[in-house]
């Protein structure tokens, strides 16, 4: 598991900078001047927190995937592994939502150019959030709520669905957020549970607690 940093006011700025100019303007908009002038600090300062353009990039994924994993580990456990999987679903929504700059950096919409991190990176990055979710998926398999496959496969199938629905909303195709939920999210995740093996009346159970906007 990731352990939180204990980050400076002035890293978290720069970082936020950074991820907002990148959201925005791609690597070409990147530059330490105006990486420092969006946090209000000096060149100096992003040089002396992270060294060089490259190490703030890759503090700012690294940070994305923090965030990510903080609103993961709170998702309760209870006696329903469907239900939580659903907490998951929501901690995913609700925490891009609060980042979005950092979300579409961290996964790529945005372009990263020659500042991209290789395969290997990326995976070794965004592991331990993954593991949340093949560790719920697991849950679910074991309870006998989904059907007897991989759960890194079914985990791969969850995050691949959930990424395609964020990149949309906060693209803005779904307006109000809580109606591309409702009419969209909902459903979808639903009938992709009942697809790996839970029954649609546990599923329609289960599902009620999931989404709180």
Wanted: proline fraction near 6%; avoid cysteine; hydrophobic fraction near 40%.
């Amino acid at each position: 598991m990731t352990v939180r940093r204990n980050e400076s006011p002035m890293r978290l700025r720069l970082l936020e900078s950074a991820a907002r100019l990148l959201a925005a303007e791609g690597p070409s908009g990147l530059s330490t001047r105006k990486v420092a002038a969006e946090a209000g600090t000096s060149t100096m300062a992003l040089y002396s927190q992270f060294g060089s353009m490259p190490d703030l990039v890759k503090a700012v994924v690294d940070e994305g995937f923090v965030r990510l994993e903080q609103a993961f580990a709170q998702v309760p456990q209870t006696d329903d592994p469907i239900a939580d999987l659903g907490g998951i679903f929501d901690a995913y929504i609700t925490n891009a939502r609060k980042n979005p700059e950092l979300y579409v950096v961290m996964f790529g919409s945005a372009s990263l150019g020659g500042y991209r991190g290789t395969g290997e990176e990326i995976l070794h990055t965004g592991r331990y959030t993954f593991d949340y979710i093949v560790n719920a998926a697991e849950r679910a398999i074991e309870a006998g709520r989904l059907d007897k496959k991989p759960p890194v496969a079914v985990a791969a199938q969850i995050w691949t669905t959930l990424h395609g629905y964020t990149v949309l909303e906060l693209a803005g195709y779904y307006t109000p957020p809580s109606a591309g939920v409702r009419n969209v999210l909902q459903p979808m995740m639903r009938n992709l549970i009942i697809g790996l093996g839970d029954k649609a009346p546990d599923a329609d159970t289960s599902s009620q607690t999931w989404f709180s906007s």
